[in-house]
């Protein structure tokens, strides 16, 4: 865990004690409403410390036999994990009642940590429009398949993305895959693609430490198969399964 991970561990942690200290000390009296509020707010920052650790579960796994990987279709499907998907989840809902109580008009001016109406004038509609798009958030990353998974075929690679569609490339047209560093943590494949102009070059980012394979698998499996296009032919079966179980993607020389 990078000192980065540790300070927001730490300070998200103290922060999530202490909503859950007011709101029982709120309990018994007649604000529900701040109660709820209190126990949103705590339970966002504890689906944030479990982010981080599912994180950093991600970028330091480098066994793949219980991982979610499968061939289905004639293509290779690494899905994220089930740590991730549902804390990811958990966060956006629990933001959005945040934002639906304050948007009508909690916490109270009685409560602990009160709000006056100048203060709500602002952070009402701040509030409202936060609470829509985590809830759109939360529907889209469920409803599309595509953005919770990674999948490699003969013919190329869809990122998973929530928001853009535009997440599929092709193994041609891919020029490089390197691991991003992100504050001393590798779990970042980038993928240099070509653009439609001959000078573009696009950037794709497949966030690998959210995947059930991990990090190293991820970005061991993408380069193997970028290097030997002979190969590719068995991301249409079970061979590219049988060959990451064995951990054959990986170079003998980093072995």
Request: with cysteine; charged share 20%.
């Amino acid at each position: 865990m990078t000192w980065m991970e540790r300070i927001s561990f730490l300070l998200v942690g103290a922060a999530s004690v202490y909503l859950i200290f007011l709101a029982v000390q709120e309990t018994g009296s007649a604000r529900t409403g701040d109660i709820l509020l209190y126990l949103c707010v705590a339970v966002f920052f504890a689906c944030g410390i479990a982010l981080l650790v599912a994180g950093k579960s991600g970028r330091d796994r480098v066994t793949i036999d219980s991982a979610r990987l499968h061939c289905r279709d004639g293509e290779l499907i690494a899905e994220h994990s089930l740590a991730h998907r549902a804390t990811l989840v958990f966060l956006m809902l629990s933001g959005a009642a945040t934002g639906a109580l304050i948007f009508v008009g909690y916490p109270s001016e009685d409560s602990v940590l009160p709000m006056d109406d100048g203060q709500r004038l602002f952070f009402a509609p701040v509030a409202g429009i936060c609470c829509l798009f985590m809830v759109a958030y939360s529907v889209l990353y469920l409803a599309r398949r595509g953005s919770r998974r990674l999948v490699l075929s003969p013919a190329g690679i869809k990122v998973p993305k929530v928001i853009s569609f535009e997440s599929e490339l092709k193994w041609s047209d891919l020029k490089n895959v390197e691991a991003e560093h992100r504050t001393n943590a590798t779990g970042v494949v980038r993928l240099q693609s070509r653009g439609r102009q001959p000078a573009e070059v696009v950037t794709n980012r497949v966030y690998a430490e959210r995947l059930s394979v991990g990090a190293a698998a991820t970005y061991w499996t993408i380069r193997f198969y970028h290097d030997h296009p002979e190969l590719r032919d068995e991301l249409s079966d079970e061979r590219a399964v049988a060959r990451l179980r064995s951990y054959g993607v990986v170079d003998q020389e980093q072995r």
